[in-house]
């Protein structure tokens, strides 16, 4: 069994990777997304086959495979190319992989216009292949070292992607801004891998969860909860930068400046649920501090309730579509924070195919309208776009939590799981379903439906079979994904999941419920007993869809009156709550003043003390290069004084 997955979880690595070398040296023109589909395809097949053996693995948890020995530390310790595969890894590989090979098999007509492709187009597919390679490698490690790794590689990919269209200013700066807010999280995150190993002694994985499940240090002293809950904060750092969990979120709607594949790949499946898996990763580290696991619940609620309320006046797609991200990671770090790691990951893997599908979509009716993508220019595409419509339709639906679609299902048990934890998480996480119903159902009624209206000079015609093979696909699944976490059929997916949370989240949970409880739990007084839930939140589901139908198609002057009525809640939600220009009139602002400063300083000071110091050689120079004039009788005068000179000497002496 070790052998083959030895070989899978190589595939898996070097799939991509050989994708992306190819792609980007042997430069085969409007061919190039070839190498990079046949090496996620690769690597999708050997994750498939990872995922079975680990399901067939009887009472085997996990498998660490060790390639060799990396850097020896001098005092015995090693750091090693490790691949740790267990359900977690295995599930988490076969989500990334599958649905970055849909989106690279999207980007194949996605990425030409008019049949003709657009510059960049092989760097495009090698950057979209060098990221998957990182991403498998943040999942595959078996330790901190190469989770960093991995780590940082999947920023400096989103840095490339988000700026691919670099000649952009609006791009350029969006990459910036993205590579900058990740620095600060993962400045945190660093901190944290160090202090991992000053404690420990080694970055391990097994090593570290042991003793940090035995409470003690590498030294055998006691592991104090301060300590615990330090590593835990400054982990979460990382995850806040990576997730776009507040207050990190600001760079993840202006990476909508990248072609919608990289929204698609970034914000579905993989850079942006990095952060979760962390968090699940180090379930024994965070499950050891129930203050850590109560503010990973408050972040992910207040993020979660916070960015759909700014989507709820967006006009562009793809950033309405970002804030929901953003909303919808929130529900993951809230169902982390009440000891719902199994259905936060559940979210986690439907989220992967609904909001791909959205993503996708919203990239084919851009593709079809020449770049426009804001709603105020565009209507009535339902006709003009049918299979377009029809699939955006489906991950909208999904997205809002319809009954019997994926979102449904694993929102629903968050919501129950924050709830029985305590009652305004989940009343907070109930407003947010809410919403997301409606602002998503506003997007789908203003692009959709309504008189027929296209940009000047525009003529829209349906995506071709590449971008829709893709969106059919990720369709079916934001159907039936949902339907493996179900009590019909057994709940498979949280089965799966079960052995990996056994001794950390499971073990702690009332402990972190103790923590988080208030005064009042709704579930000890019935009122979600059973399927009551379920009930609430389709009825939300349902009311969001209502009301954006009522103000956006049956009587849409009452979207006017509202935001007539409520000028500076609107111009706050418009303006994101001014979050983005706190920073710049706090942060950046004032780093830009003191680079100025710094500039003066050494264009003045440190240049004038260096022209000082050099002006007596100078003058020299300046008085010897008199001699060196290039006439002959000049150097015939100066060798016959020098003889002069010596002849005196010598009979002088």
């Known amino acids: 069994m070790h052998d083959t997955l030895t070989v899978s979880a190589l595939v898996i690595l070097l799939g991509p990777l050989a994708g992306a070398v190819v792609a980007a040296v042997a430069r085969v023109g409007g061919r190039s997304h070839w190498p990079a589909i046949l090496g996620v395809a690769a690597a999708f097949v050997a994750s498939c086959v990872v995922l079975i053996h680990v399901n067939q693995a009887d009472g085997e948890a996990a498998a660490k495979i060790v390639l060799y020995s990396w850097i020896s530390d001098g005092a015995g310790s090693t750091f090693d190319i490790a691949f740790l595969i267990d359900p977690l890894s295995s599930l988490m590989l076969v989500t990334v992989t599958g649905i970055a090979l849909l989106v690279i098999i999207y980007s194949r007509d996605y990425m030409r216009e008019g049949g003709i492709i657009v510059r960049g187009y092989e760097r495009f597919f090698a950057f979209l292949s060098l990221f998957v390679f990182s991403m498998c490698i943040l999942i595959l490690g078996g330790n901190f070292l190469l989770l960093y790794v991995g780590w940082e590689a999947v920023g400096l990919c989103s840095y490339l992607l988000i700026g691919f269209y670099y000649g952009k200013p609006s791009a350029a700066a969006a990459a910036k801004k993205a590579f900058v807010v990740n620095r600060v999280g993962d400045f945190g995150f660093g901190l944290a891998i160090l202090l991992i190993y000053l404690s420990f002694g080694t970055l391990d994985y097994d090593i570290v969860f042991d003793l940090v499940q035995r409470g003690v240090l590498a030294s055998g002293e006691a592991l104090t909860q301060d300590r615990t809950t330090t590593i835990a904060l400054l982990l979460l750092c990382g995850a806040c930068g990576k997730s776009a969990q507040l207050p990190l979120h600001v760079w993840l709607p202006d990476a909508m400046e990248g072609p919608s594949p990289v929204s698609a790949l970034i914000h579905a499946a993989t850079m942006v649920t990095a952060g979760v898996f ?21 972040i992910g609620a207040a993020t979660a309730l916070f960015a759909a309320t700014i989507a709820l006046v967006q006009t562009d797609m793809k950033r309405v579509l970002a804030y929901s991200t953003i909303s919808q990671l929130g529900y993951m770090f809230l169902g982390m924070g009440v000891s719902a790691a199994d259905s936060a990951l559940f979210h986690l893997f439907t989220h992967a195919f609904f909001k791909a599908l959205l993503f996708l979509a919203a990239g084919s009716v851009m593709h079809a309208l020449a770049g426009v993508i804001d709603v105020r220019h565009f209507g009535g595409l339902r006709t003009v776009l049918p299979w377009t419509f029809r699939t955006f339709l489906i991950g909208a639906l999904a997205l809002s939590g319809f009954p019997l679609l994926s979102g449904f299902f694993s929102k629903d048990e968050i919501i129950h799981h924050a709830l029985e934890a305590n009652t305004v998480l989940g009343v907070m996480a109930l407003v947010t379903a809410l919403l997301t119903a409606f602002y998503t159902f506003r997007i789908v009624f203003l692009a959709f439906f309504g008189r027929k209206r296209l940009p000047e000079g525009v003529h829209p015609h349906e995506s071709g079979g590449w971008m829709l093979t893709s969106l059919f ?12 976490g179900v009590d019909v059929t057994g709940k498979p997916f949280h089965r799966f999941l079960g052995p990996v949370f056994a001794t950390t989240f499971a073990a702690h949970h009332a402990d972190h419920i103790t923590v988080l409880a208030g005064e009042h739990s709704l579930t000890s007084t019935g009122f979600v007993a059973n399927y009551g839930l379920m009930v609430v939140s389709a009825a939300l589901a349902l009311l969001g869809i209502a009301g954006a139908y009522l103000l956006y198609v049956h009587q849409p002057w009452l979207a006017g009156l509202i935001r007539a009525s409520s000028p500076r809640l609107y111009r706050a939600l418009w303006n994101k709550y001014f979050v983005d220009d706190l920073y710049d009139a706090v942060l950046v602002r004032p780093a830009r003043q003191f680079g100025r400063f710094c500039v003066g300083l050494d264009d003045y000071l440190i240049d004038g003390l260096l022209w000082v110091a050099t002006a007596v050689p100078r003058g020299v120079a300046f008085l010897l290069r008199g001699l060196q004039n290039g006439a002959m009788q000049g150097y015939g005068l100066t060798m016959l004084a020098g003889v002069a000179v010596i002849v005196v000497l010598v009979l002088g002496a």
């Not at 699940?280 to 990973?296: D, E, H, K, N, Q």
């Not at 696909?473 to 493996?484: E, I, P, Q, R, W």
Request: glycine fraction near 10%; charge should be positive.
């Open 278 to 298: 962390m968090i699940a990763r180090c379930g024994a580290v965070f499950a050891a501090s129930p203050t850590a696991m109560a503010i990973v619940a408050v």
């Open 473 to 484: 696909v990720l369709s079916a699944g934001a159907v039936a994904a949902g339907y493996l």
